[in-house]
Each structure stands twice: as C-alpha cells, then as structure tokens.
T-cell receptor, first 113, second 117 residues
Framework: EDQVTQSPEALRLQEGESSSLNCSYT??????LFWYRQDPGKGPEFLFT???AGEEKEKERLKATLTKKESFLHITAPKPEDSATYLC??????????????FGSGTRLSIRP | DGGITQSPKYLFRKEGQNVTLSCEQN?????MYWYRQDPGQGLRLIYY???????QKGDIAEGYSVSREKKESFPLTVTSAQKNPTAFYLC????????????????FGDGTRLSIL
C-alpha cells in the first residue's frame, strides 16, 4: 500500500539551531515528491519538487534531499519566521495526475527566538 | 496576481442543510482539486477535475458533490448526507503533467473552515 510518513510530528528548536525533517515513503514508483509549507489558517505553499534519488533543491535556509525511500528537509540556522507545518506529498507513477498524490500528516516546526 | 481564491473563509452549516464552497483560479490550470484537512491527518482528496464538464471521485467523495462548468471555477457542495463535515477545506489547481513520468505541483487556496451550528 502506498504510504507517506513524516517525522517528527512536532519539533521545537532554538533560533539558529539546525535540524532535519523526515519524509519516508512507500510507492510502487515515484513520479515526484513535493514539499509544502503551511501556516495556520492558510493553504499549503509549494516549496520544492524532487524526482530522482540524489537530487537536491535549496531555497534560503531550506534544503530538500531525496533517496529511494525518504526525503529530508534540512533547515539551517532557522529563524522564528520559519515556524510552520511542513507537508510532504508523493505522486506515484501509473496513476492519473491527481488520483494518487498522497500527503503526509506534516511536521509542526516551532522556532523560539 | 495569479492565484486561487476560496470563499467564504468561514462557513457554518445547520443540520440538514447543503452548503457550497467557492473556488476560483486565474492560473489557467486545467486540473482542479478539493481536499479535506483534519487535525493530525494528511490531506484527503474529495474530488478532482482535469477538464471542463468532467470530474472524478477521490478517496472520500461520499456526502459531497462538485461541478466544473468553467475552467476557472470548481465549487464544492457539502450535502446533508455528509455527517461529519467540520473540517478545513482546501482547493488546489495544477498544470496537467504530460507523459507518464512528469510531475506538476499543486497550488492551493487559503481554505474554507466549515463548522456545524
């Protein structure tokens, strides 16, 4: 069964304390892996798409990496404004564009000043 | 600016009442989607549409209905048959991927929070 698991559920860091969020996935074939940021009461905001193992993408203090079984979202020297819920989603090969995008339940990241 | 507009931001439903959530996009995307988000759970797909006048059920379509009369609009009706409608509803759109291996991210609106009176 296709599945996406994110860990930890919640993470509290001090400002400047780097860490990583994990997204483990099980799909028959990966079409793409997406990372989103979601602020309270808002819709998810697209961050990155990763397609193949070994691929990396960066944006400001965020770097996403991909292996055959998991993806990491590395946060370097975070600031309080990085506090949000980070969602991972996986799209599997063999399905139509929409029917099989599986979302994880997210990691709530809180950065203390 | 291009984007997805959902309205209203907050909605209250009485017992036995149908309510309709609006979703409009000006991104010229062919595909549109409705998701439901509950605390501690991933987004769950309700309905999606890849072309005008055509739509497909997602994983949790029971108690919901949609229409796609225009490319820009994809309203969702929460019917009285949906016994647990309290949730955060998200509309999204995307370019249709071309080819078996291509992928396209979805872009989301800011959601409608539905509660029961």
């Amino acid at each position: 069964e296709d599945q996406v698991t994110q860990s930890p559920e919640a993470l509290r860091l001090q400002e400047g304390e780097s860490s990583s969020l994990n997204c483990s996935y099980t799909v028959s074939g990966l079409r793409g892996l997406f990372w989103y940021r979601q602020d309270p009461g808002k819709g998810p905001e697209f961050l990155f798409t990763l397609y193949s193992a070994g691929e990396e993408k960066e944006k400001e203090r965020l770097k996403a990496t991909l292996t055959k079984k998991e993806s990491f979202l590395h946060i370097t020297a975070p600031k309080p404004e990085d506090s949000a819920t980070y969602l991972c989603a996986v799209q599997a090969i063999g399905y139509s564009s929409a029917s099989k995008i599986i979302f994880g339940s997210g990691t709530r990241l809180s950065i203390r000043p | 600016d291009g984007g997805i507009t959902q309205s209203p931001k907050y909605l209250f439903r009485k017992e036995g009442q149908n309510v309709t959530l609006s979703c409009e996009q000006n991104l010229n995307h062919d595909a549109m989607y409705w998701y439901r988000q509950d605390p501690g759970q991933g987004l769950r797909l309700i309905y999606y549409s890849q072309i005008v006048n055509d739509f497909q059920k997602g994983d949790i379509a029971e108690g919901y209905s949609v229409s796609r009369e225009k490319k820009e609009s994809f309203p969702l009706t929460v019917t009285s048959a949906q016994k647990n409608p309290t949730a955060f509803y998200l509309c999204a759109s995307s370019v249709l991927p071309e080819g078996r291996k291509s992928n396209q991210p979805q872009h989301f609106g800011d959601g409608t929070r539905l509660s029961i009176l």
